[in-house]
């Protein structure tokens, strides 16, 4: 059975930084693209950023790009996504993100919230 | 503003058959497939259709995609409540070189 659990999160103020990470099981990680996806408060899916198998390839929403990094440990079946400069509009539940053909299993995420 | 359109709301009555409709341009659902999510109330969003077309195995064939130019449509036959949810097509941007998602669509089962 695929799992994937999100931890990190937690309130932060602006211009802080956090570094989310997601553990996997149940399936060769290393075999797979993978993503970041979150979703504000009442609001619709956003992908955030995305990894290759071998992490040679990444790609981010432009909203994040400088400010957020993809990586993995394949020999830890892990992902992560450090966070910096964060801003008010990052508030989201962050979801681990397994592909297949695009995204296809989500994890149950890790809530961030920015606020002074 | 998404990249890819759907109507925020959607309605039918059990039994009907409802059709979500997802707009996109050349360089998205014109491209490349379309795959879509359901997003019960409170949890983690589920794919639905992937590939245009494809179901995955435990989805009931009630559901079904496709995909034509620039559009692709999620239609749902024999509706149920435990179909009430919300809906989100996917699909890969060559011009923005990430993944976009449908603004959603929220279905009411009257």
């Known amino acids: 059975e695929v799992q994937l659990v999100e931890s990190g999160g937690g309130l932060v103020q602006p211009g802080g930084s956090l570094r989310l990470s997601c553990t996997a099981s149940?399936?060769?990680?290393?075999?797979?693209?993978m993503s970041w996806v979150r979703q504000a408060p009442g609001k619709g899916l956003e992908w955030v950023a995305n990894?290759?198998?071998?992490?040679?390839?990444?790609f981010y929403v432009d909203s994040v790009k400088g400010r957020f990094t993809i990586s993995r440990d394949n020999a830890k079946n892990s992902l992560y996504l450090q966070m910096n400069s964060l801003r008010a509009e990052d508030t989201a539940l962050y979801s681990c993100?397994?592909?297949?053909?695009?995204?296809?299993?989500w994890g149950q995420g890790t809530l961030v919230a920015v606020s002074s | 503003q998404s990249v890819l359109t759907q109507p925020p709301s959607a309605s039918g009555t059990p039994g009907q058959r409802v059709t979500i409709s997802c707009s996109g341009s050349?360089?998205?659902?014109?491209?490349?497939?379309v795959n879509w999510y359901q997003q019960l109330p409170g949890t983690a969003p589920k794919l639905l259709i992937y590939?245009?077309?494809h179901r995955p195995s435990g989805v009931p064939d009630r559901f079904s995609g496709s995909k034509s130019g620039t559009s692709a449509s999620l239609a749902i036959s024999g509706l149920q409540s435990e179909d009430e949810a919300d809906y989100y097509c996917?699909?890969?941007?060559?011009?923005?070189?990430?993944?976009?998602f449908g603004g959603g669509t929220r279905l009411t089962v009257l």
């Open positions: 993100v397994k592909h297949l053909s695009g995204p296809e299993y």
């Open positions: 149940g399936f060769t990680f290393s075999n797979y693209w």
């Open positions: 990894i290759k198998q071998d992490g040679s390839e990444k």
């Open positions: 050349r360089s998205n659902i014109g491209t490349n497939i």
């Open positions: 590939t245009n077309d």
């Open positions: 996917a699909t890969w941007d060559d011009s923005l070189n990430g993944w976009v």
